[in-house]
């Protein structure tokens, strides 16, 4: 079963004649394990799919089905809780509360949804582990490099038994062995059976994702198949 | 790449056999690169006779024979390391020349070319990737390598990208006269060396 499935979503903002369609007739789908990276130029609908996707906005037209349940017409209060329990999201600038340590920042989705404080820190401290910053974990968000910030980010996107990993631009401002660092982390979030979906301009953190859709003006205009392994790349021609 | 160059930096940290400097070679490059091993003793020949290396016997090439690097092969490889390689002219790319030619031909989709492009660098990138991700994360030469490629590729489709916008901002636009005047001297020189 698809964690996350797109069917026909269409999404267009204003009134007529000024209409903006960002987003036309966009089907997709997401499995547990994989990572599908969504490639467009600025204003292709990336982050508009992204807040669909994560049930934060409502499509104009089409339908958006979270672990095969449908989020239309679903009850707000429902929907928050599934939002909190079964999606995290990764944003560029990553959105840690300035007031709270990492530990904190990170248990935090779970103790909004009720889970007891000390089990809450005890999950956030084992996420941090995972994630290589357990001893980061008394650390305010201003005290952390900007790798180490990131980390955290994603340590409170999977943290609890999340299905559903939505990243937006995930390196952010970081540098490109940073960056890597980061879309290996996600990768590995996969490897234990999350669904992620990354949407970037930047093709090297694309090309972490298992399969890669194009997005162009609202339309998905392409995807790649899954290309062979890299042994192929090791035989090349001899050199001159 | 300059194979001479790399024996030479393989003989600069020792004598070595020429079968030993094959491997070097091959393992300092990720295995990228493979590397003939008629083509080694053939560039050590070429190093010997430059004055550049050196061989303890007077015997044919083969695996017996151990080379080392001479004061003026040192002196060849500190200027060969710090002389930039020539970037000044662009390359005849191919891809810059169907995307060009894209534009111009009748009922062609320059997009669809761009896109088609596209798809396919991107999924050589994830092949580069999975290496990154596995067996160069324990081989730096390899990592180099790769990182290598990874940004070669990335230019090209961040290229692509540019190419995309423009044409779609020219359709977009209401058609302008050609410049009637001539290409600057310098403009037209360019490539003329590749």
């Given at each position: 079963m698809s964690v996350?499935?797109?069917?026909?979503?269409?999404?267009?903002?204003?009134?007529?004649?000024?209409?903006?369609?960002?987003?036309?007739?966009?089907?997709?789908?997401?499995?547990?394990?994989?990572?599908?990276?969504?490639?467009?130029?600025?204003?292709?609908?990336?982050?508009?799919?992204?807040?669909?996707?994560?049930?934060?906005?409502?499509?104009?037209?089409?339908?958006?089905?979270?672990c095969g349940m449908a989020l239309a017409g679903m009850p707000r209060g429902r929907k928050a809780r599934l939002r909190r329990r079964v999606i995290g999201y990764v944003f560029q600038d990553f959105n840690l509360l300035p007031g709270l340590t990492a530990v904190e920042n990170v248990a935090l989705p779970l103790e909004l949804d009720g889970v007891a404080v000390p089990k809450a820190r005890?999950?956030?401290?084992?996420?941090?582990?995972?994630?290589?910053?357990?001893?980061?974990?008394?650390?305010?968000?201003?005290?952390?490099?900007?790798?180490?910030?990131?980390?955290?980010?994603?340590?409170?996107?999977?943290?609890?038994?999340?299905?559903?990993?939505?990243?937006?631009?995930?390196?952010?401002?970081?540098?490109?062995?940073?960056?890597?660092?980061?879309?290996?982390?996600?990768?590995?979030?996969?490897?234990?059976?999350?669904?992620?979906?990354?949407?970037?301009?930047?093709a090297q953190l694309a090309a972490w994702a298992d399969r890669v859709v194009f997005l162009r003006d609202g339309r998905l205009t392409g995807r790649t198949t899954r290309p062979p392994g890299p042994e192929s790349l090791l035989t090349p021609g001899e050199v001159r | 790449m300059s194979v001479p160059h790399?024996?030479?930096?393989?003989?600069?940290?020792?004598?070595?056999?020429?079968?030993?400097?094959?491997?070097?070679?091959?393992?300092?490059?990720?295995?990228?690169?493979?590397?003939?091993?008629?083509?080694?003793?053939?560039?050590?020949?070429?190093?010997?006779?430059?004055?550049?290396?050196?061989?303890?016997?007077?015997?044919?090439d083969g695996p017996q024979k151990r080379f080392r690097i001479t004061p003026r092969g040192e002196e060849a490889l500190a200027a060969w390391l710090r002389t930039p390689p020539d970037l000044t002219s662009p390359p005849r790319d191919e891809l810059v020349m169907k995307v060009l030619v894209a534009a111009r031909v009748p009922g062609t989709d320059a997009h669809e070319v761009i896109q088609a492009h596209r798809v396919y660098l991107v999924e050589l990138m994830q092949q580069w990737t999975r290496l990154k991700e596995g067996e160069a994360r324990n081989d730096l030469g390899l990592a180099l390598v790769v990182d290598a490629e990874l940004f070669r590729l990335d230019a090209v489709t961040r290229w692509l990208d540019v190419a995309d916008t423009r044409l779609k901002r020219a359709a977009a636009e209401p058609s302008r006269p050609a410049p009637a005047a001539a290409p600057a001297p310098q403009l037209r020189r360019l490539g003329a060396r590749r």
């Open positions: 996350l499935e797109l069917r026909g979503v269409a999404k267009t903002y204003g009134q007529e004649p000024a209409t903006v369609h960002a987003l036309g007739g966009v089907d997709l789908s997401v499995q547990a394990g994989e990572m599908l990276a969504v490639m467009g130029p600025s204003g292709s609908g990336k982050s508009t799919l992204l807040t669909i996707a994560g049930s934060l906005e409502d499509p104009t037209s089409g339908e958006v089905l979270i005890a999950a956030g401290l084992a996420a941090l582990a995972r994630l290589g910053v357990a001893d980061r974990a008394g650390r305010f968000p201003d005290q952390l490099s900007g790798g180490e910030r990131q980390r955290v980010a994603i340590a409170r996107a999977v943290v609890g038994d999340r299905r559903l990993l939505l990243a937006d631009e995930p390196s952010g401002a970081l540098d490109s062995v940073n960056a890597d660092e980061v879309m290996r982390l996600l990768h590995e979030a996969c490897q234990r059976g999350v669904a992620a979906v990354v949407v970037t301009h930047d | 790399v024996l030479l930096a393989l003989l600069a940290e020792g004598p070595k056999y020429g079968l030993q400097l094959r491997e070097e070679f091959e393992a300092g490059t990720g295995e990228v690169w493979p590397l003939n091993v008629g083509q080694v003793y053939r560039t050590l020949g070429r190093l010997e006779r430059d004055g550049l290396a050196e061989s303890d016997g007077t015997g044919p």
